[in-house]
């Protein structure tokens, strides 16, 4: 199957701070899609249509409960594929929470991938090992650093539809408080 559902928090608040490294070195930003935190990546769209409303219940309580708080933007970090904007642990923790009920509705080897390849829910500025952004990894930490707020409102959840073979994203679901 050519295209999956992902589920991303926008985080409008990132976009001054980091759109023009992500319009340069992120393909998804180039599609239109707003700085944002990841719940999930890739479930497969006929799973996510067979248990559509399940997910869209558990993702209306999640925006509710989010949406009273403020999450903390603590500072960059990169692994061997990303260079991301860590949250506080605290936030973290409740982003995982929500990821792990929503692990039910992928493959084992895709749960695998969370565990190990994200090292938690994060704000992406651009991932791939061969991205020409590595070459101004310490530029982009600095200026980035040097800006990030000290708290940030998640308010929207947007379930996306990535079909890889038109190189579309689209917004399938806007769930707000």
Not at 23 to 49: C, E, M, R, W
Not at 75 to 104: G, H
Not at 145 to 150: E, G, N
Request: glycine share 2%; aromatic share 10%; net charge positive.
């Amino acid at each position: 199957m050519s295209s999956h559902i992902s589920i991303i928090f926008p985080v409008p608040q990132m976009e001054q701070i980091i759109q023009d490294y992500r319009f340069k070195f992120d393909f998804f930003a180039k599609k239109g899609i707003p700085s944002h935190i990841t719940l999930i990546y890739n479930i497969q769209t006929n799973v996510f249509k067979k248990h559509k409303d399940e997910i869209l219940c558990l993702l209306r309580a999640a925006v509710k409960h989010l949406s009273d708080k403020k999450i903390v933007a603590k500072k960059i970090k990169r692994n061997e594929k990303s260079l991301y904007i860590k949250l506080a642990n605290n936030d973290v923790d409740y982003l995982k929470a929500i990821q792990t009920l929503l692990f039910e509705y992928l493959k084992p080897n895709q749960i695998k991938m969370y565990k190990t390849y994200y090292d938690e829910p994060h704000i992406t500025i651009f991932t791939g090992k061969n991205n020409p952004g590595w070459k101004i990894e310490n530029k982009i930490t600095d200026d980035v650093k040097s800006k990030l707020p000290k708290k940030i409102n998640l308010n929207k959840i947007w379930i996306l539809e990535i079909n890889k073979k038109k190189n579309t994203a689209d917004i399938l679901f806007s769930i707000k408080k």
